[in-house]
Every structure is written in C-alpha cells, then in structure tokens.
C-alpha cells in the first residue's frame, strides 16, 4: 500500500491532518496512537511502524520519482545522480527501472505480480501520443512486461480505481457505467485481490495532491474515507501468514502549512505475520526495502 507524499509529522492540528482526522483503525493498530513522528518505532500485537529516511543523504527535498524509484529497486538513485528528481522520472531516472525494478525481478522468478490500480481510456491514448509520461510505478510495471489494468479489469472487480471508490471516475472522467464500491467493500476487494498474487502493489497518490493543495477539511476527509478502506482491508486480511507493508516516498500532506514537499521520515508500517514483519526492525531507510521484499519472497 503505497501512499504518495506521507511522512510522519509533528502532533500540531492546526497543521497536521494525521494529527486530528478521525482514523480508529491506524489508530487501533498502533495501540491507541496516531501516524505520527512520535508513533514510530514501536511493535504491537498486529503492527509495527518505523520511521525511514527518505532524503538518503542527499541534499534538497525528496521528491516523487527518485522515491518511487528506489522503493522499487533498492538502489539509492538520490546518490547515485547526486539529486533529488521528479514528478515524473528523466531519462536518468528511468534508466534503473529498465528491469522492472521489483515487479521485473519478482517475475522473472516465477512469483505472480500486479499493480492493483486500473488506468483509464484517457491515460493509455495520452501516454501512446506522447503527452503523459509514465509516473515511476507504472513505468516499473510496464518494463517488467506486465500490463496495467484497464477500464474492463475494474469493471470486471479484477482492479481498482485510484480513489478506491469508483467515484472518481463517475464525476471527473465521466465514466457513468463505473461500478461504484464503498469504502468498506474497497478494502475488502483489495484483500481479495491480493490473495491472488505473491505481490500487489496499490498506489494512492491523491494523499500527494491533497498535500500540495493545503486543504485541512479536504485532507481530513481524505484520511478519514483511507482509515475506512484500511480498516476494512486489515478485517479481511490473514494477520499470521501474509503482510501488509504501508509506506511513502516523501513527506508532504503531513504538514499543510507548505506546498513543497518535506524532509520528515516516511513510515513504513507493517501489518500482519509477525515473523515477517520482525524481519525489518532495524530498518532506518527508503532504500532498504526492496531487499526485503525480495527476500520475504525468496527471490535471492
């Protein structure tokens, strides 16, 4: 569950959605606690959270498609070209998502991989005439030779839209035939979807833009419906055998008073089996896990 632009801020309400949207469930888990800098680390009964380092040592703010793409490769790009870059990756940026980054290496293996997301009609003419660029994750998961779901694969309940609802779609992209899901039956089509891979991937970049806008009731009521969908995913999900891992590419929606992006650490919070999830403690940064997933898969 990837969550664009989510970092974990100061407990201020005036600035902080995190710190006073109403969120049971991310609350629960964390033993009475909210997504804060504060928060992390700790180990519950069903959860853990860390806080990870996103700026990897490399001056400026972290931005989307250097933390994308080292979310998926393990490599840390920021280093390696000695910047920060995005939205969209550069040529410098792409070229460590030649493989396929995770879903490349996890199919080769034989493991079965998908981005859960479904893309419009809109998305793949734009993208085939050259006036959208593929975003870091989509990007990944076309050079690793798998598709993108489509219109038809969320009609079918085989995806799912970017606002988990379908509502999106209905009102923005005036798609009326667009099923509709609730927040609760979201969460469960994503724990159903997922028992059917090795590895799924959802990417949730309206936390991003909600960020950028600086809207605390439009940021609150984002968080409030995720807290829903979450929560109804974690009900339906195996708490001892399979794993939920949450995490960010960079802060942003967590402090409102700026449009920029920040330096806090991301979270990485990890949901379900506990032997799985004691495999990351320790962990300190962005770049760390992709190894790890990798290795929970047997893949090396």
């Known amino acids: 569950m990837f969550l ?37 680390p700790q180990t519950g009964l069903n959860a853990d959270l860390l806080g990870l380092d996103a700026g990897l040592g490399v001056s400026g703010l972290p931005q989307s498609a250097t933390g994308q793409a080292v979310l998926l490769t393990g490599e840390n790009i920021p280093a390696a070209l000695g910047y920060h870059y995005g939205p969209k990756p550069n040529p410098d940026v792409a070229r460590f998502l030649l493989d396929g980054g995770l879903f490349g290496q996890l199919s080769r293996a034989g493991k079965r991989a998908a981005l859960l997301n479904a893309y419009p009609p809109g998305y793949f003419s734009a993208i085939a005439s050259g006036k959208r660029l593929y975003s870091a994750i989509p990007l990944a998961v076309s050079q690793a030779g798998l598709s ?9 309940g085989d995806a799912i839209s970017a606002d988990f609802t379908g509502a999106g779609w209905r009102e923005r992209l005036q798609q009326p035939d667009t099923p509709l899901l609730s927040p ?34 439009a940021a609150i009521a984002l968080l409030e419906q995720f807290d829903t969908v979450f929560g109804a995913l ?41 032997v799985a999830r004691r495999s990351f403690s320790g962990m300190s940064n962005l770049a760390q896990v992709a190894g790890k997933i990798s290795q929970l898969l047997s893949v090396y």
């Open 4 to 40: 664009d632009g989510v970092g974990l801020g100061a407990d201020n309400p005036g600035s902080n959605p995190f710190a006073c949207a109403h969120m049971p469930a991310l609350t629960a888990l964390l033993g009475g606690r909210r997504l804060l800098a504060d928060a992390a």
């Open 148 to 156: 993108l779901f489509t219109e038809s694969d969320l009609q079918s």
């Open 184 to 217: 609760v039956l979201a969460g469960r089509r994503l724990a159903s979807l997922a028992r059917s891979y090795d590895f799924s991937f959802f990417e949730y970049w309206l936390s991003d833009y909600a960020g950028h806008q600086q809207d605390m009731p």
């Open 234 to 274: 974690c009900n339906d999900w195996d708490m001892e055998t399979d794993l939920i891992l949450l995490t960010s590419d960079h802060g942003n929606l967590e402090d409102l008073s700026t449009r920029r992006h920040t330096a806090n650490p991301v979270p990485l919070l990890l949901v379900g089996n506990p």
